[in-house]
C-alpha cells in the first residue's frame, strides 16, 4: 500500500492529534493514519486509486490544520 508522511505544523496536543486522524480516517480510500504531535506529522496510507491531494489540503486547511503536503 502506498504510503507518505505530510507535515502539520498546527499538531500541538493530542487533541489535534485525535482530530486529524479523526477526519484523515473518513477520507475514501484512507486505510491508517497516524498522526504525532511531537513530528509534527501524519503518516497516511492508502489503498488504489490514488488520493486528491488537493481536496485532503482543503479539508486540513478547513478544519485549521494546514499541511505541506
Ligand atoms: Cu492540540
Redesign the pocket.
Known amino acids: 500500500m502506498p504510503k507518505k508522511t505530510i507535515n502539520i505544523p498546527?499538531?500541538?496536543?493530542?487533541?489535534?492529534?485525535h482530530?486529524v486522524e479523526g477526519e484523515l480516517k473518513e477520507l475514501k480510500g484512507m486505510i491508517a493514519a497516524k498522526a504525532d504531535?511531537t513530528q509534527k506529522t501524519a503518516i497516511i496510507e492508502w489503498e488504489e486509486p490514488p488520493l486528491n491531494w488537493e481536496d485532503i489540503a482543503t479539508l486540513l486547511k478547513e478544519i485549521g490544520y494546514p499541511a505541506q503536503i
Do not use: I
Not at 498546527?10 to 492529534?17: E, Y
Open positions: 498546527n499538531l500541538n496536543c493530542g487533541h489535534c492529534v482530530t504531535h
